[in-house]
């Protein structure tokens, strides 16, 4: 008998896939979460690495290819190259494996004689075989981004990283974005032979370019951040839902702050939070050092969030910490960041956002991929500044720091900021629009 969930549509078998790192695993775990929650089965098709995150939280896991190990720091600092960066996760890790990319999810999807074949499938923009499964099985498929930079679009020209001059080009000569947007075309395109050698394979037309256009479903594209980060524009698809930002924050028994952390936060004023999220944090560098040194020079309280790898650790690098310093391996965003003076981070959408909703300025050093984007944005908004990677040494982080906390327009503007997005909704919004595609893919 079909079980029928609360709001009078049947169960469906939804599976969800992407590749990338906590930062892009946490918005599919919060859209599982609430599609349980309203009846559905929801599947994680996703890198075997995350099964210890998965598993635990009671959802079914399919394993995906490929597989990056996050102990490989030299690969790990290749992909976040800020001029090849890009390229090179591209053309040497997706493409390379993209048959069985396919093999995996087509066999997510399509079922076997335990498992019931899927009723949807939601892509990643990074699952460039997601579409040709779609195609191929006949499943209804969506699609969704996660930052602005994905839509790359002509009137709201993204800065990319190899290229940041060109972004400040538009303010100047109108028009410029158009320019950039076929520039970027031309630099990539002989990237994607290896998705049109599969595509050949499987008896299907070349297509769309799956960089800029294929990897968006027609029938659904959820835009899953704020307009405060990027408002909607002529040339993102028609199939367009923007739902705001959508929020996972900590495994299950780890959305408290421990209670020596717990204890630093109350035993003094609000620290300046430094932290290079889920993937940076794995080539941080001196990143830490210079964090605390600077730190000591204003003579502030810090919380240093250093990942998994106590080599980056200053303690551990022959540097004393005075008391107003903490290191904690990790903590909940949203535990921690309302209650911060300043936020510093490098640019990942979802810190980005987190330090949005809880309204707090931020100073930013970004990497590669969409953090030079979203850091322009954040700029642009007035609650950030925003150095280099090359620049951030103990004095210009003294220096940016100071300038941050000492005027307190940035403060204003973050804490409005923040109102705002805490009364935004993504996610009822995208599964309420997930739901609206069910029904019209199984009328």
């Given amino acids: 008998m079909t079980h029928i969930v609360p709001n009078g549509l049947p169960s469906k078998r939804i599976v969800l896939t992407t590749f990338g790192t906590l930062g892009d695993i946490h918005p599919l775990i919060a859209l599982a979460f609430e599609l349980r929650r309203?009846?559905?089965?929801?599947?994680?098709?996703?890198?075997?690495?995350?099964?210890?995150?998965?598993?635990?939280?009671?959802?079914?896991?399919?394993?995906?290819?490929?597989?990056?190990?996050?102990d490989d720091r030299e690969l790990i600092a290749m992909l976040f190259d800020i001029y090849k960066g890009t390229e090179r996760t591209l053309r040497e890790?997706?493409?390379?494996?993209?048959?069985?990319?396919?093999?995996?999810?087509?066999?997510?999807?399509?079922?076997?004689?335990?498992?019931?074949?899927?009723?949807?499938?939601i892509t990643g923009e990074l699952i460039y075989a997601g579409p040709i499964v779609g195609e191929k099985t006949g499943i209804p498929w969506a699609s969704y981004v996660l930052a602005p930079l994905s839509f790359f679009s002509a009137f709201d020209p993204p800065v990319l990283p190899p290229y940041p001059f060109l972004s400040k080009l538009e303010p100047w000569l109108p028009g410029t974005g158009r320019l950039v947007a076929k520039f970027v075309r031309f630099v990539t395109r002989d990237w994607c032979g290896p998705v049109y050698k599969l595509r050949t394979s499987l008896g299907l037309a070349p297509g769309e370019n799956p960089l800029f256009d294929a990897k968006h479903s027609p029938n659904l594209v959820l835009a899953m951040f704020s307009a405060v980060l990027g408002t909607a524009q002529e040339d993102w698809p028609e199939s367009t839902v923007q739902t705001g930002f959508v929020f996972y924050d900590g495994d299950a028994g780890k959305q408290d702050l421990t209670p020596e952390l717990q204890a630093f936060m109350d035993s003094g004023p609000p620290p300046v939070i430094f932290t290079l999220g889920s993937a940076a944090v794995l080539d941080a560098g001196n990143f830490y050092i210079e964090s605390a040194k600077a730190a000591e020079a204003l003579g502030i309280r810090a919380v240093l969030l250093i990942g998994m790898d106590d080599r980056y650790d200053p303690r551990n690098q022959g540097h004393t910490l005075p008391e107003t310093i903490f290191v904690s391996q990790y903590a909940p965003y949203s535990k921690l960041f309302p209650n911060a003076a300043a936020i510093v981070h490098q640019g990942g959408v979802g810190t980005t956002a987190h330090a949005l909703r809880a309204g707090r300025p931020m100073l930013v050093m970004p990497y590669s991929h969409d953090q030079p984007d979203n850091a322009r944005r954040v700029r642009r908004l007035g609650v950030a500044r925003v150095l280099q990677r090359e620049q951030y040494k103990a004095p210009q982080v003294t220096r940016e720091l100071g300038k941050l906390l000492g005027s307190r327009r940035y403060s204003r503007r973050a804490e409005r900021i923040g109102f705002e997005l805490r009364h935004e909704d993504g996610i009822t919004t995208a599964c309420d629009a997930i739901e609206d595609l069910l029904r019209k893919s199984h009328k």
Avoid: M
């Fill in 38 to 70: 309203r009846g559905h089965t929801p599947v994680l098709a996703v890198s075997e690495i995350f099964r210890p995150k998965i598993d635990p939280l009671g959802f079914e896991l399919a394993p995906v290819r490929p597989f990056i190990s996050p």
């Fill in 93 to 121: 890790i997706l493409f390379p494996v993209i048959q069985q990319t396919y093999d995996d999810l087509t066999a997510a999807v399509t079922g076997n004689s335990t498992t019931p074949r899927a009723d949807l499938l």
